[in-house]
């Protein structure tokens, strides 16, 4: 749950230019 928590925190942090890549990798790491 916490590791979900982290993925859209780093989802919504405009701030990481890889915040798409993150978001991406991750929604693969979860499903």
Known sequence: MEN???H???C???N???S???C???DD???
């Open 4 to 6: 979900r928590f982290v």
């Open 16 to 18: 990481l230019g890889l």
């Open 24 to 26: 991406l990798f991750a």
């Open 12 to 14: 919504k942090l405009p």
């Open 8 to 10: 859209y925190y780093i």
């Open 20 to 22: 798409i890549l993150n």
């Open 29 to 31: 790491f979860h499903a």
